[in-house]
């Protein structure tokens, strides 16, 4: 099992950034790919951002693409998402997870996660 706790939310300004971190305790990090989701008031959870357990590969959201960067730092068991360029779209409470995958490749499906964070709230005034 693996415990995980996002942080770096906050209020910030249409086209500023934010730099989102998940600290992950428990097993092995390097065993799970992770991902970054988001939950608007009144909306689905959705799908931002994801890579895989090495490190090698990332994908994104449509909505996202050219703005938000995933990394991960196996060493310190943490990932990050640097957000550029926001919009006030963007608001949402972030949430990121963890999939205990032997796959190479990713996953965007929030049943794939096995494992969630408790959410770190970014607003995004214009």
């Known amino acids: 099992q693996v415990q995980l706790v996002e942080s770096g939310g906050g209020l910030v300004q249409a086209g500023g950034s934010l730099r989102l971190s998940c600290a992950a305790s428990?097993?092995?990090?390097?065993?799970?790919?992770m991902g970054w989701f988001r939950q608007a008031p009144g909306k689905d959870r959705e799908f931002v951002a994801a890579?895989?357990?090495?490190?090698?590969?990332?994908y994104y959201a449509d909505s996202v693409k050219g703005r938000f960067t995933i990394s991960r730092d196996n060493a310190k068991k943490t990932v990050y998402l640097q957000m550029n360029s926001l919009k006030p779209e963007d608001t949402a409470v972030y949430y990121c997870?963890?999939?205990?995958?032997?796959?190479?490749?990713?996953?965007?499906?929030?049943?794939?996660?096995?494992?969630w964070g408790q959410g770190t709230q970014v607003t995004c005034s214009s």
């Open positions: 997870a963890a999939d205990e995958t032997l796959r190479s490749t990713i996953r965007v499906g929030i049943p794939f996660y096995d494992y």
């Open positions: 890579i895989t357990r090495g490190g090698s590969s990332t």
């Open positions: 428990g097993r092995t990090f390097s065993n799970y790919a």
